[in-house]
């Protein structure tokens, strides 16, 4: 080890002559004037030089309009993927929180709501269905403007090269939460680590080179659609590097090429959509994946995970299973006979899931939340509560409901539902059910519950 | 000259130009050792291939498939006049996009590759690739009875013509 580094000491100072080394042009004159040589060179053969990119259809407008829908739409992704992150109440307690390290990135947070009961279906199913629609439009964009990515020279000045360096933040930021995002709405978790940690995180890093860009690039989006779809000429500064010098003849118009990505993006809405509105459209999303009923009856409807898949036993939710409610010093031991002897409750709410899937409002029967806290003693003032399943570990084994979704008399733990029994799948014997709290935190299979402890 | 306009000699840009980027860097990077704080290089591969995948993999792959389109029903390809252009190619290109297109989103459920799919919703993990064989099979029929239909119109005024040449010979005898 130390022998080679001497060796390639010995070497590098072999290399230069000790006569002159203070005579050498510096590093950066040197980086200068091979830059200008290449400039004055020319491009090399290749998607560097301009005429090497043939389509008629490149040019400012098309990449305007392009870049127009995807301002409106990556703002209306961001918005609702930060409501998504609050609804989850991450700064009650650290198992409401998938991403503890966020210092100051949760900066916006606050007391996710319970009214209006659908806040959290709406926002989710916005929020992946224009995620899903969005695809064509940014493949089209990228196609739009890829001659600029073999731009030459490579980097124009610093400033240049600084913002090249945001764009790579800003395409790979795009690819890399699209990709996320699709993939886990298909529970494909090839992806290199949790997808809240990295959704979260990729979409900070990808937001402020947006920004960037906008700012950046606006005053020419709208100087060229202004101008109108009439072609500027290649090399101007008007055709912004886009225009090809050398185009093919057309085989299809530029608003035809729109409207292409336009069906792409229906298409994909149609095979979509129908899984966040459920009924009779579930069956019109042929390809999502909760576009159909997993059962008839009363509980057949859309499920997050199967009992199976989370590792529930018989012996876990038989005639042994008892409910534990805890607060204000006191503890109650509960049987499902003696819940179902108190007085029942009923609210109409939805499942609705992270994935962007979700169910109409069913019709839920049980106990509410503050007729459980007043068993313990807790009548005015109900604080926040732990609720915990039968399930052994997982990320959404328990969570903690605020004092406002605890105070809320829709707020029930549910022992049925449409009229029957809650199923094995659904959460039998008890499962809790919040108006407007993302799916994962109407914990199922519920063994106990805690008021007021800080957790 | 001013400061400013030495600054954006050396630069290339405005003052604003630099002090906005540092600032979206600065973010960048606060959520960036966030990002990857865990498996530091996977991340980063996904990061940086995902801002490759469109432009050196997808992009060529389909220009080439266009390339190829093109050269097979591209007959009328050039046509005159100002009439917006209607090659037979783009009665194959607009469908084969739209299935590629819901391929590229939806492949893990049509390829079945969600093993545990069925396990964890308790729906049927085989109905993904029918529904987009039977798709893509209608937006290819959709496309041929659009043709077809444009092909009758377009040729309205030669028919008409032949139907009035008959009807005058009828005529005449």
């Known amino acids: ?455 | 000259m001013s400061k400013t306009t030495g600054f954006r000699r050396r630069y290339g840009a405005s003052p604003l130009h630099l002090l906005l980027v540092l600032a979206s860097f600065a973010l960048a990077a606060y959520a960036g050792v966030r990002l990857l704080d865990g498996d530091t290089l996977g991340v980063a591969l996904w990061f940086v291939g995902a801002a490759l995948l469109h432009d050196l993999v997808l992009l060529p792959l389909y220009a080439v498939t266009d390339r190829a389109a093109q050269r097979l029903f591209g007959r009328r390809e050039g046509g005159v006049g100002q009439a917006p252009p209607r090659p037979g190619v783009n009665h194959v290109r607009v469908p084969l996009f739209v299935s590629g297109l819901l391929l590229l989103v939806w492949w893990p459920l049509v390829l079945r590759q969600v093993g545990h799919y069925t396990a964890a919703t308790g729906l049927p993990a085989d109905r993904f690739l029918g529904h987009w064989l039977l798709i893509t099979a209608a937006l290819f029929v959709a496309s041929a009875a659009i043709l077809l239909a444009r092909r009758w119109h377009e040729s309205g005024p030669r028919r008409r013509a032949a139907r009035g040449r008959r009807r005058a010979r009828g005529a005449t005898k």
């Open chain 1, 1 to 455: 080890m130390e022998a080679g580094d001497g060796e390639r000491e010995q070497s590098g100072r072999t290399s230069r002559p000790p006569s002159e080394p203070l005579k050498r042009p510096g590093f950066l004159t040197r980086l200068v004037a091979a830059m200008d040589s290449a400039v004055a060179s020319g491009p090399p053969r290749g998607p560097a030089r301009p005429e090497f990119w043939r389509s008629p259809l490149r040019g400012p407008w098309l990449t305007a309009v392009l870049g127009f829908v995807l301002l409106a739409g990556v703002t209306l992704l961001f918005v609702t993927g930060l409501l998504s992150y609050a609804a989850y109440n991450p700064n009650l307690a650290p198992v409401n929180d998938q991403t503890p390290d966020k210092g100051w990135l949760g900066f916006y947070l606050f007391s996710w709501p319970t009214s209006p009961y659908w806040l959290y279906r709406v926002n989710q199913g916005v929020h992946v269905v224009l995620g899903v629609v969005l695809v064509p439009v940014l493949l089209a964009k990228l196609w739009s403007v890829i001659p600029k990515l073999f731009a030459w020279p490579p980097v124009r000045s610093a400033g240049h090269g600084i913002e090249r360096l945001s764009l790579l933040l800003l395409v790979g930021g795009a690819g890399f939460e699209f990709a996320t995002g699709i993939l886990n709405v298909q529970l494909h978790y090839i992806f290199p680590g949790s997808f809240y940690v990295l959704h979260f995180y990729g979409a900070w890093v990808f937001i402020g080179a947006f920004v960037v860009h906008v700012v950046f690039r606006l005053p020419r989006a709208l100087r060229a659609v202004r101008y109108g779809s009439a072609q500027p000429e290649a090399g101007t500064e008007e055709a912004a590097g886009l225009v090809s010098p050398r185009p093919a003849p057309p085989t299809i118009s530029r608003r035809g090429a729109l409207g292409m990505v336009g069906l792409g993006a229906f298409a994909l809405f149609a095979v979509t959509a129908g899984q966040s509105v459920g009924g009779w459209w579930r069956r019109t999303a042929l390809l999502a994946p909760h576009g159909r009923e997993p059962g008839s009856g009363p509980n057949g409807f859309q499920i997050n995970k199967t009992a199976a898949s989370v590792g529930i036993r018989p012996g876990d939710i038989g005639p042994a299973w008892r409910l534990t409610v805890r607060g204000a010093g006191r503890r109650v031991v509960l049987t499902r006979d003696q819940l179902l002897a108190m007085r029942q409750r009923e609210a109409a709410l939805p499942i609705a899931c992270v994935e962007g899937w979700s169910t109409p409002d069913q019709l839920w029967s049980g106990v509410r939340l503050t007729d459980l806290a007043a068993l313990v003693g807790l009548g005015a003032d109900i604080p926040h509560a732990l609720v915990e399943s039968v399930q052994r570990g997982g990320a959404f084994s328990s969570a903690v409901l605020r004092d406002n979704q605890v105070r809320d008399h829709r707020s029930l733990l549910a022992l049925r539902v449409n009229g029957a029994v809650l199923s094995y799948d659904h959460g039998y014997p008890a499962r809790v059910i919040v108006p407007g709290a993302p799916g994962v935190h109407n914990t199922k299979w519920v063994t106990r519950v805690t008021f007021g402890e800080p957790v």
